[in-house]
């Protein structure tokens, strides 16, 4: 009878559990990746989006006049550090049906990508009354 001995692995045998090992190793890599962009884009979206918000502020606490026509100083600027690679443009329009209404626009923007933010404000007619 013959009776063989094996010891070890043969050539396929090693060559089939490497490419196994290797797949798995490319699809846990290939997870880690993009773990790690989705933890950096949402990074990015909590900075810009605080970002606007601190911008939309300083837009909601002016008055009627200034929202008719926006100074440079409000429609356009960079942040100050340690955000300063951040830019922001504004743009504010009166409601064409309302009177008192202003559509606000806000974009801020890096290398990376925009994120846009928008508003309406109120801001009522004065009615001014003469002695």
Do not use: K
Not at 16 to 45: M, Q
Not at 52 to 71: K, N, S, W, Y
Not at 115 to 126: G, K, T
């Amino acid at each position: 009878m013959f009776r063989s001995v094996r010891r070890g692995f043969s050539l396929l045998e090693a060559l089939v559990a490497l490419t196994i090992v290797g797949l798995a190793a490319v699809a846990v890599l290939r997870a880690y990746g993009g773990e790690i962009r989705s933890a950096e884009r949402a990074r990015w979206t909590i900075t810009a989006a605080a970002l606007a918000q601190e911008q939309l502020a300083h837009l909601r606490l002016a008055p009627r006049p200034t929202l008719d026509f926006l100074p440079d100083s409000l429609r356009r600027g960079r942040f100050a550090p340690p955000f300063e690679r951040f830019t922001w443009t504004a743009a504010a329009a009166r409601v064409q049906s309302q009177r008192a209404l202003f559509d606000v626009r806000l974009q801020v923007a890096d290398s990376t990508g925009a994120l846009e933010r928008a508003a309406r404000l109120y801001r009522p007619l004065r009615l001014t009354t003469q002695p």
